[in-house]
């Protein structure tokens, strides 16, 4: 039997008896529309010993936990009344059983702040939990900036969701973009000398926190999973989900339990070596059929040396022989170098000239990364499907080979201009394809209505469509992201890599450990269909930054599931820098076009 494969939707166990006879819980609310005075109130009933842990999510009401004594209503009404506007809070104990699970289970999650190991951090702040590996600190010359944080949090869904929160030192307030609340209006915190943190108090001289990311930084670069120790593990996402739900588990044992819950009936689609093989065939042949020609639109020695080496990769990977100028050719394949948009400002802007004849992609010399081979496979790839476009046939993949016998669309919406607008590329069973853009119209049904209903419906029902696939006798079935990703086999991951066993990658470990995390796999789930694309179960890296996200099949009416056949076109490689695409590889060729034509404002 195949290890099954977890998702981030817990599975739980509570007690109400037993957590009613250990703990008190307190509802505060608020008769304004919400908490006017900000985190005073979240944060202050902490500073009461007996309190455990603070829950909050938005709106009038937060809830407290506290360890079991006759005069806690006492001490919290006490170190609440402090607080600004606290004539208009009422204070209410409650029983566990009033509270929705998820709130009750975030509670009792939030109370794990007063529980440290010698790297991993917990923070009950805002009535939120804050987690943080103390080496993801953020130093300059010795002295703590930054404080990259995990908030874990459980949804009305009971979906686990961990998402990266930053508290960056006020001596960086020069740096960080403030757009409703004023730097004055955030609360402060400061560090301790155990490396947690707390609110500031008025005789605190420690440096203070505020939760704000740099402007020019992504919010966070916490690795997803990282199998190459169990140091790097436990810095993972993945080690800092386990060590919690697992110290929740020890703590609670008598009383409360978060599991994963599990899928044991799939089908995997295993990614095969020879696919990029074919695909570097394919590419080569294009290249030496249209002609590939490195446009050097700066002009400096270091453009000319790394077009020289863009020039030699052509030459070794391809065996193709591109010449090096300053111009854009016709009819040809030109791969341009330039600075990139900012550079430009004031200036004659090459990104706003158009060469309707010519295939072009820019290399954009600022953004180049540290794997530059891998940067120029992308950008090659990209450069072939822009000459697809203008051709209106795919050459990257044998579409044949899929058995489609007729037509099949693709279609997505876009927002642009604040206008919503519906394209759909037609493939045709030789591969070759035409995209139209279709309007919305009450009055007039065309042959993509039905589709453009879809888009329409499901932004009622607040879900995100990524695309829809209709086949030629009208069957439509839409891809729809749902929140949950999948976890691989964490508990087992810690427990290997702690006695020491590192080598995980091989064919035996892949499966047993990280089959929620390789290759495509297709499952049903309460009469819905779902999928998930990992990365490539051969040659798997130690780190994995982005989780695997679980999207839904939607299928209208009495069509059949079309994905069956669909699944090859996520086995492909060229889309995604290397890695398996998470959509149909159609729709990267709908987005190029899309983004093409409202380049030009058209």
Sequence with gaps: MPTPIKTNRITYKL?????????????????????????YILDVPILEKNVKAVR???????YVLMNKNEDNKQHLHKVLSDAPEFDTVTLEQIQSDMLDDYILLQLLLNSLGSVNNDLLRFNNLTGHLYCFNTTWLRKHNGV???????????????????DVKTFTSVKLKDKIKFDKLKFEDYPKYVLSVNNTLRRRLKNDKDPAFIQRQISDKKTGDIDFLKIGSVNAFES?????????????????????EIGFREVTDYVSLRYAPNIETENKVFVETILKEEKVRIVDGIGDDYSQAFSKKLQEFLLSEYSVTAPIGKRIVKNCLNLYLIHDVAYYQGRDDPYKKRYPDSSIQHITFE??????????????????????LQIGQIRLFDWSKLGFPEDISFGMMTNYDDTERYFFMTVHPNGSFDIEEQEWNLFEQTSYSDCMNVFAQAKLNSETVEGIIRDSHGYINSIIDTGWITIPEIFKLHEELSNGNTYLRNKEKREELLNSVIDINKFGYENNIYYFVGVKGYGMKRNL??????????IYEDAPDLFDKLLPLMNVTFVRNGQLTVIPFPFKYLKEYIRALTKTGE
């Design 15 to 39: 007690i109400h008896e037993k957590i009613n006879a250990r703990y008190d819980i307190f509802s505060v609310e608020t008769s304004m529309k919400h908490f006017k005075f900000g985190a």
């Design 56 to 62: 909050y999510e938005s709106g009038r009401r937060l």
């Design 144 to 162: 703590t900036e930054q404080i990259p944080c995990l908030e874990l949090h459980i949804t009305a869904d009971y979906l686990l969701e961990f």
């Design 236 to 256: 993972s996402k993945m080690g800092v989900v386990s060590t919690t739900i697992q110290r929740f588990n020890e703590q609670f044992s008598e009383f409360a």
């Design 367 to 388: 953004n180049l990364n540290e794997n530059v081979s891998a940067a120029f496979f992308t950008t090659i790839h990209e450069l072939v499907i822009k000459s697809d």
């Design 545 to 554: 930054h982005t989780a695997a996200h679980i999207r839904k099949i939607e």
